[in-house]
């Protein structure tokens, strides 16, 4: 099966939402049009492959140089996209929604790729030679996708390089992805980010910008609970023990109800102010819970009891609503996961930064365009409302044979004795042909 030429659903799309860069020309639009449906169409794309399986288009050569042209401005083009999609009351993100950031380390086999070094993967438990991608996902009841993504770069590895003064530490980067969506009307209200962002300058910075966040404290932090200081470890085994409820938590995207034994307590963190903090009991029930099994930092206090803290500036907030929040966590892991299977996240092996990026940028429009899809009804026709990445992918690809069959039909039509013609039917249903 090949690509047909044109895709109204992702012309449509992008038609919809068209960007006022100066791209270049007519062959950008086409460009990126050519590339959504090759990566959303094909198994393991690669532009080779979906140069070659498209119906129509330009050589080769010309294909990649209109690639090359595209590629720095593939990342603003994403961001503009995402800023228009904010006007689709479908798509656009709510103040109730959910902003999650993490890490994710794209592996790579080769350290002459600009931006490779090697990184401590918490999937691996070990460090992994790749790429450090940051990167923001938006999470709602309704719907879900990437927000916005750059890339963390080691300062020894732009040492090498000649570009040290481009090195920004990770909390520097997240600070900036914090203070970018403060600036966005619709964003949420509410951040959640596991403990190597819970900094008490990304405190700071959240709280001036009256934005509530869920994470874990450091296991080093000192805090204050009724006028006396405790390292958090040791504060576990000042709280009795009958003030560990069992809570039900419900997890907001599966729906699963768990039951943990929690300790909420109020305490005071210098610098930031009064926090709600849980303690919450590790043992086998909980080893195999959907929040904390991928936990890495479980806690010991002095009596050898294990547990999990969490922290968030909202006081208000019961145990059972702080954890389902924070379980949220886990969408962005999921999404990476999701776009690796299925939007090839990790095929690119262009050795310059800005291929990367371009990739990188086209894997989340193509995941927005899925989300614009599902939302709009585009996809129900093929079985899909509110699936999964992967099952509206799968629709696409239904949609796509759709077009190719009708392509296919209106050439025969058009040209019944034509020789191209035959021979393309020929050699698709064909079995004998070309032997």
Not at 228 to 247: N, R
Not at 381 to 408: H, I, K, N, T
């Amino acid at each position: 099966m090949k690509i047909p030429p044109p895709v109204p659903l992702v012309k449509k799309f992008l038609d919809e939402n068209k960007t006022s860069l100066d791209t270049g020309g007519k062959d950008f639009p086409i460009t990126v049009e050519r590339l959504v449906t090759g990566i959303l169409f094909l198994e393991k794309p690669s532009p080779n492959k979906i140069h070659k399986d498209s119906l129509k288009g330009p050589s080769k050569k010309t294909f990649y140089n209109h690639i090359h042209a595209l590629a720095d401005q593939m990342p603003a083009l994403f961001r503009e996209i995402f800023a228009r999609l904010q006007a689709d009351r479908k798509l656009a993100m709510k103040k109730s929604g959910v902003l999650i950031i993490d890490e994710h380390i794209v592996p790579h086999t080769s350290s002459g790729i600009e931006g490779v070094d090697y990184f401590h993967s918490t999937t691996e438990q070990g460090p992994v030679l790749g790429m450090s991608l940051m990167a923001v996902h938006y999470y709602s009841e309704r719907v879900e996708y990437p927000a916005d993504f750059t890339f963390y770069r080691r300062e020894r590895e732009l040492q090498e390089r000649g570009d040290v003064a481009e090195f920004k530490e990770k909390n520097a980067i997240a600070r900036e992805f914090f203070s970018n969506f403060s600036a966005v009307s619709n964003a949420p209200d509410l951040w959640v980010m596991d403990a190597y962002f819970m900094t008490k300058d990304n405190a700071i910075l959240l709280k001036g910008e009256d934005k509530i966040y869920i994470s874990r404290p450091k296991r080093n932090w000192k805090c204050k609970y009724q006028h006396v200081d405790y390292f958090i470890t040791d504060l576990y085994d000042a709280i009795p023990q009958e003030d560990f409820k069992l809570t039900q938590v419900i997890y907001p995207k599966s729906g699963k109800r768990k039951f943990y034994h929690v300790a909420t307590v109020d305490v005071f963190f210098s610098r930031i102010g009064t926090h709600r903090l849980l303690l919450v009991q590790v043992g086998p029930a909980v080893e195999a819970d959907d929040i904390l099994a991928q936990e890495t930092e479980i806690l010991e206090a002095p009596s050898k009891a294990k547990f999990v803290a969490f922290c968030t500036n909202c006081t208000e907030w019961d145990a059972s609503y702080i954890l389902g929040e924070y379980s949220l966590r886990w969408a962005v892991e999921s999404s990476f996961q999701d776009m690796t299977q299925n939007l090839a996240l990790r095929g690119c092996k262009w050795r310059e930064l800005s291929g990367q990026n371009c990739f990188l940028a086209l894997a989340f429009l193509c995941y927005l365009f899925l989300a614009w899809a599902q939302v709009r009804g585009e996809l129900a026709p093929y079985g899909v409302r509110r699936g999964s990445l992967g099952e509206a992918r799968e629709a696409f690809q239904s949609y796509c044979q759709e077009e190719f069959s009708s392509w296919l039909a209106d050439l025969k039509y058009q040209c019944q004795d034509c020789l191209p013609a035959n021979y393309i039917y020929a050699h698709l249903y064909d079995k004998e042909a070309g032997k």
